[in-house]
Nanobody, 126 residues
Framework: QVQLIESGGGLVQVGGSLRLSCAASGRTFSRYSIGWFRQAPGKEREFVGGSRWSGTSTNYADSVKGRFTISRDNAKNMVYLQMNSLKPEDTAVYYC???????????????????WGQGTQVTVSS
C-alpha cells in the first residue's frame, strides 16, 4: 500500500520560512516523480512544483519560482519543500503526490498523480 505523509506545516509571518516534508512508502520511491500541490479555501488545487524521479531536475509554478525549493533524498524516501519569503497568498493546504507511472516526468496536472498525502496546513499571517 502506497502512503504519502506530509509534515512541517504551521503558522508563519509574512516573509518567513517553512520546510515541508513528504515521507513515502509502499513503492520504489526512486522510480517516481513527486509533485507538490496546494489548495486554498474556495480554490482549486494547484501545482506548486515537482521533483523528477531521479532528483536531477525540478519544476516550479511561476508563483513560487525563486522562493520555493524542492529536494529529495531517495535513500530516505523523502521529498522536501523549502518555502522562503512566504506571502499571505501562499496560505493553503499543501499536498505531495506520486506521479502515475515509473520514470514519468513531473506533470502539472492533478490527474497525472495516483497517490496523495493527507495534506498539511500552511498559514501565512500578515
Amino acid at each position: 500500500q502506497v502512503q504519502l505523509i506530509e509534515s512541517g506545516g504551521g503558522l508563519v509571518q509574512v516573509g518567513g520560512s517553512l520546510r515541508l516534508s513528504c515521507a513515502a512508502s509502499g513503492r520504489t520511491f526512486s522510480r517516481y516523480s513527486i509533485g507538490w500541490f496546494r489548495q486554498a479555501p474556495g480554490k482549486e488545487r494547484e501545482f506548486v512544483g515537482g521533483s523528477r524521479w531521479s532528483g536531477t531536475s525540478t519544476n516550479y509554478a511561476d508563483s513560487v519560482k525563486g522562493r520555493f525549493t524542492i529536494s529529495r533524498d531517495n535513500a530516505k524516501n523523502m521529498v522536501y519543500l523549502q518555502m522562503n519569503s512566504l506571502k499571505p497568498e501562499d496560505t493553503a493546504v499543501y499536498y505531495c503526490a506520486s506521479r502515475t507511472g515509473m520514470w514519468a516526468a513531473v506533470s502539472t496536472e492533478r490527474s497525472d498523480y495516483d497517490y496523495w498525502g493527507q495534506g498539511t496546513q500552511v498559514t501565512v499571517s500578515s
